[in-house]
């Protein structure tokens, strides 16, 4: 019984080690750190809302301090001394604010760009309407 009770305990070691081993790591705030919050929006025919539009994260927030490994109370910075709650680490996400808010590209409209004309050519306009391959 005792062999059996050893053998379970190291396939569960190794199981553990194996699913282990490409675990992302908990992130660590400290007091002062801004993140957001992911909410959970719930879609409300009625009123016309859908969850597919509304905001996925909400904030940023202020971190106030660590409940514990996982867990941390937030605030709102315009009352930073009152906290909103306290929330799991997957909920939180980092808010990096750049420094050169500039765009990667510019915008541009979607679908074919129009045909330009030289100088010399226009564009045929017969009364007649032709198929795809040019003929009556």
């Known amino acids: 019984m005792a062999r059996a009770k050893e053998v379970?305990?190291?396939?569960?070691?190794?199981r553990k080690e194996c699913g282990d081993r490409k675990r992302?790591?908990?992130s660590n705030y400290f007091p002062g750190d801004r993140v957001f919050v992911t909410t959970h929006y719930l879609s409300n025919a009625a009123k016309g809302r859908t969850t597919k539009f509304m905001p996925k994260r909400d904030g940023p927030y202020i971190i106030l301090t660590q409940n514990s490994p996982t867990?941390?109370?937030i605030a709102n910075p315009d009352n930073p001394n009152e906290p909103?709650?306290?929330y799991h680490v997957s909920a939180l996400k980092v808010?990096?604010?750049?420094?050169?808010?500039?765009l990667v590209h510019t915008l541009r409209k979607r679908g074919r760009l129009r045909k330009t004309f030289t100088s010399g050519s226009s564009p045929r306009r017969?009364?007649?309407?032709?198929?795809?391959?040019?003929?009556?």
């Open 71 to 73: 867990s941390y109370v």
């Open 24 to 26: 992302r790591r908990a």
């Open 84 to 86: 909103v709650g306290t």
């Open 8 to 14: 379970a305990e190291m396939q569960q070691d190794f």
């Open 126 to 136: 017969s009364g007649r309407r032709r198929n795809q391959r040019g003929s009556l």
């Open 95 to 102: 808010f990096k604010q750049d420094e050169s808010a500039t």
